[in-house]
């Protein structure tokens, strides 16, 4: 008895020395975003690029793999038009002392489905609506237009980056996001003036 007791406690213990594996994480869009770039042996073979988005640090290995990134983001153009101008940005438990982060590496350019969502909110009496960027391990959700006016300004900055440091670059010159520019033009003015309210005194 005491044999199978102890058996029982040593495979307890050798699963618990694993971590979990993380398969499939959300990350949300929200208020003013801003991408920390960092390029390693551009121009040869061994080229990657990592991107940090907040919390989400991605490692990205082809000019195809950007493009194909890019162009999730450049679809849910038509769908956020319902979608709340600013929203509130909680602080997450634990953010005085530490923060969790994830990180992905683009293999090759994911397949993206785009959707919008919604839901009732009855102590707030309205319906709150965002949309899903689906894109293999990650879902991103786009809680606010702030966020996706601003990640689209980073992503640009990231494409012009990726053609120059990847070998496959000069195949993805066009930029996805390019069909965006006079919605985001409109909607970026729109969203300063939200930002910043004192402007409107001046």
Do not use: C
């Not at 080229?47 to 793999?65: G, H, K, L, P, W």
């Amino acid at each position: 008895m005491q044999d199978q007791a102890a058996a029982q406690n040593t495979r307890t213990t050798d699963v618990d020395r694993y971590g979990a594996v993380v398969t499939h994480t959300t990350a949300t869009i929200l208020g003013r975003q801003k991408a920390v770039i960092n390029v390693h042996a551009a121009a040869t073979d061994e080229a990657q690029m990592i991107v940090t988005f907040n919390r989400m640090m991605m490692t990205f290995r082809s000019a195809a793999a950007v493009h194909g990134f890019i162009t999730g983001f450049a679809d849910a153009r038509t769908l956020i038009g319902r979608v709340d101008n600013q929203a509130p940005q909680p602080g997450g438990p634990g953010d005085d002392f530490a923060r969790a982060a994830l990180s992905v590496v683009w293999l090759t350019a994911p397949k993206t489905t785009v959707t919008p969502q919604q839901r009732h909110i009855p102590a707030r009496r309205r319906t709150m609506h965002w949309v899903d960027v689906h894109m293999g391990p990650v879902t991103w959700r786009i809680l606010d237009r702030l966020g996706y006016v601003t990640m689209l300004d980073e992503l640009r900055t990231i494409h012009r980056t990726a053609i120059a440091v990847f070998l496959d670059g000069h195949e993805y010159r066009s930029d996805p996001t390019t069909l965006t520019d006079s919605f985001d033009d409109a909607e970026r003015e729109h969203q300063e003036d939200m930002a910043a309210p004192w402007r409107r005194r001046l």
